[in-house]
C-alpha cells in the first residue's frame, strides 16, 4: 500500500475544503470594512461600528473552520503512522501501549520507528515540537469548551518556552510585552488557526512524511 500517496490526497482535501468554505466568510468580511454592498453603513451618531455582528460571526466562521481543518491534519498524521506501523509492525499489547504511548502519540510513534527501523524523528527535517503543537493544538480545539465562545484556549503549556503557531498576533504582542510573573493568573491565549499557519502546518506534515516514506523504504530495500 502507497500509504504517503493517501495521506497527500487527505491533505490536499483539508486545502481546498478551507480554500472553498472560507471564501464567503472573508469576503464578507472585506466588503464589511470597506462599506461595501450589501454592508454600506447607515448614518449614525452612536458611535458603534456598523455591522459589527456580522464582521464577528464572519471571523468566528473562518476560526471555526480553521479549527476543524487542523483536527483533520492531526487525525490524517496519525492515521498514517498508524498505517506504517500495521503494516510493517507487530501489534503493541495493551500494557506496552500504554507505555509507549505515555507522553503523546508523536513521541510513541517516534519511540517505535526508532526502535523498528532505526529512525528517529530527530533524523527528519521537522522538529518534534513542531509536530506536537499540531496534535496538542488540536486537543485544545476538541476538549476546551465554553458555552460562551468559540474560541478555544491553548493549554497552559503555551505560556511556556514552546510557543504554538496557533496564536493571535496581538495576544503574542500583549504576551511578550507583559512581565513574565503577570502570566500566571492570566487567562491562556486562544487558539487562532488561520489561512498561513493551516497551509505551513500542511505542508509541515508533507515534508514530513516524504522524508519518513523515503528513510523507511531505504531501511527495508536499499
Known sequence: MNVAWFLNRRLDFIRQLYA???APFVDRRIKIENGVEPFVPPYSEDG????LLEWQEACDSI???GHACLCMLSSALQAYLQTRVR???EELSDADRKRVFRKGWIRGYNRIFTDAFGIPFTDGPVPIAVLEDIVLTRNSIQHDLEITTNRPKHADRKLGAARSVFLDAREVELLDRMNPDARTWLA???VHVNQASLEASIDTVARFV????????AKLYG
Do not use: H, M, N, Q
Open 210 to 217: 516524504e522524508w519518513l516514506d523515503g528513510a523507511i523504504e
Open 20 to 22: 472553498g468554505s472560507s
Open 188 to 190: 491562556p491565549p486562544t
Open 63 to 65: 476560526d471555526v473552520l
Open 48 to 51: 458603534e461600528p456598523p455591522f
Open 87 to 89: 503494516l510493517r509492525c
